[in-house]
């Protein structure tokens, strides 16, 4: 029996099946389906039929997580840990910051609740089409 001829898979598509991307990372499927049991990030779509479908920025993980692992030997709880600092890094808002905008917004609800104690101005159209506050 012969082997067919691998056909060349763009990198420019918005998705990809687990063979495209085992393919283009050099790795066996069950590789990345072990990995996605390992790490929380990568996590593909699944379309109607269950099949996984892989983005381009899941195609950037894997080929990240295969350098780490292959080339610079991280091991699985590294490479949990280099993702795991950089997304905090990334996302994270410092405590501090959390009670400062905390605080401000206190302070606008109290603003409001005084405002609210004060008798609204009422609006009364005049003849003319004009408009007049009154207290």
């Given at each position: 029996?012969?082997?067919?001829?691998?056909?060349?898979?763009?990198?420019?598509?918005?998705?990809?099946?687990?063979?495209?991307?085992?393919?283009?990372?050099?790795?066996?499927?069950?590789?990345?389906?072990?990995?996605?049991?390992?790490?929380?990030?990568?996590?593909?779509?699944?379309?109607?039929?269950?099949?996984?479908?892989?983005?381009?920025?899941?195609?950037?993980?894997?080929l990240?997580?295969?350098?780490?692992?292959?080339?610079?030997?991280?091991?699985?709880?590294?490479v949990?840990?280099?993702f795991?600092?950089?997304?905090?890094?990334?996302?994270?808002?410092?405590?501090?910051?959390?009670?400062?905008?905390?605080?401000?917004?206190?302070?606008?609800?109290?603003?409001?609740n005084?405002?609210?104690?004060?008798?609204?101005?009422?609006?009364?159209?005049?003849?003319?089409?004009?408009?007049?506050?009154?207290?």
């Amino acid at each position: 029996m012969r082997s067919s001829p691998r056909k060349k898979i763009s990198t420019e598509r918005l998705f990809y099946k687990i063979g495209e991307i085992s393919e283009i990372a050099k790795i066996e499927p069950h590789v990345l389906r072990y990995w996605e049991s390992e790490f929380s990030f990568l996590k593909p779509r699944k379309n109607k039929t269950g099949q996984r479908v892989y983005t381009r920025k899941d195609m950037e993980l894997v080929l990240q997580i295969r350098n780490l692992l292959y080339k610079e030997k991280y091991t699985i709880a590294g490479v949990r840990k280099k993702f795991g600092e950089h997304s905090l890094r990334k996302n994270s808002v410092s405590m501090h910051t959390i009670h400062e905008v905390k605080k401000k917004l206190k302070d606008i609800l109290d603003i409001m609740n005084k405002n609210d104690d004060k008798p609204k101005p009422r609006i009364v159209n005049k003849e003319d089409g004009s408009q007049m506050h009154l207290l």
